[in-house]
């Protein structure tokens, strides 16, 4: 959740976003076929996410979004809100949350934004297959890497064990 998030959250036509932030806010739309909508926050989102998948007695967790291929310069945007935003939800929540963020800027940055951008062969949001593996990388290396040791570690399969972890980040 994050990407699909982001933009205008009175859009009537194929994509409409959430309110940004972690608050109760609504507004009313109306959907490109007429229909008047509830739109909420993105805050309200993940909570209903959690609340729905501790009502199926499932264990939620929150992973902060990968990062866009959005760069100043040779400097890959550093932050993403809905990031943040996730892990103010998980905080509150009491939930897991998978720093992924993190290492998938730190991997794209190293890389350069040349090489980088040859991972997004179509736009600024979606990767090439190559990029997923990387992204799936970048994930295995968060959930290696959690401050509370995540909850994911005892489903690491061989391939997911040979992911080499670099120093890990954060601050726990």
């Known amino acids: 959740m ?16 959430t309110l940004p932030g972690v608050g109760e806010d609504t507004i009313q739309a109306t959907t490109a076929s007429g229909k008047d909508e509830t739109v909420h926050s993105f805050g309200w989102y993940l909570r209903k996410m959690v609340a729905d ?48 963020t993190h290492y998938s800027i730190a991997a794209f940055q190293q890389m350069g934004s040349a090489r980088a951008t040859t991972y997004f062969p179509n736009d ?37 064990e040979a992911v080499n972890s670099p120093a890990c980040m954060g601050d726990c």
């Open 2 to 17: 994050g990407h699909n998030d982001d933009g205008d959250p009175t859009n009537t036509t194929s994509h409409r976003a």
């Open 53 to 100: 998948v501790q009502d199926r007695q499932a264990i939620p967790l929150i992973s902060g979004m990968v990062n866009r291929n959005q760069w100043r310069g040779e400097q890959l945007r550093p932050g993403w809100p809905f990031a943040r935003d996730a892990a103010k939800v998980a905080k509150k929540l009491g939930v897991e949350y998978i720093d992924h």
């Open 124 to 160: 600024r949001t979606h990767t090439s297959p190559e990029g997923a593996r990387i992204n799936a990388e970048t994930l295995v290396q968060a959930v290696k890497c959690s401050c509370q040791g995540s909850q994911l570690l005892d489903y690491l399969n061989d391939k997911a």
